[in-house]
């Protein structure tokens, strides 16, 4: 009688064991699904093309514009060729190039 007392715990606890195991299985199966549907499988590449309005456009030209008292806001922008010159002298802060680039000097009229 003792053994089979024995032996019925034992199956017991080889069974308590085995719904344990299957559950933490389970848990990190679904622990990797989620990681890997929310993870990237590789980088983002940039696009090939830029991403401001007119920069195929052989008669326009890309400048960084730095809005007057909001520096923070700079961002690419392009404008006619013929423009530029009368642009970079209205707003100092702006340069030749997409952003972010090296301001045009300051000059006194």
């Not at 085995?18 to 299985?25: E, G, H, V, W, Y």
């Amino acid at each position: 009688m003792k053994k089979m007392l024995i032996l019925a715990n034992a199956a017991h606890l080889a069974g308590e064991i085995r719904k344990s195991a299957a559950a933490i299985l389970i848990g990190t199966a679904l622990l990797i699904a989620g990681w890997a549907a929310t993870t990237p499988l590789r980088a983002q590449t940039p696009s090939p093309t830029p991403d401001y309005e007119g920069a195929s456009d052989p008669k326009k030209c890309t400048i960084c514009h730095v809005p007057p008292g909001n520096p923070p806001n700079a961002h690419t922008i392009t404008v006619g060729c013929s423009a530029v010159q009368a642009h970079l002298k209205n707003h100092p802060g702006d340069c030749l190039g997409p952003c972010p680039c090296q301001p045009t000097p300051v000059t006194n009229p």
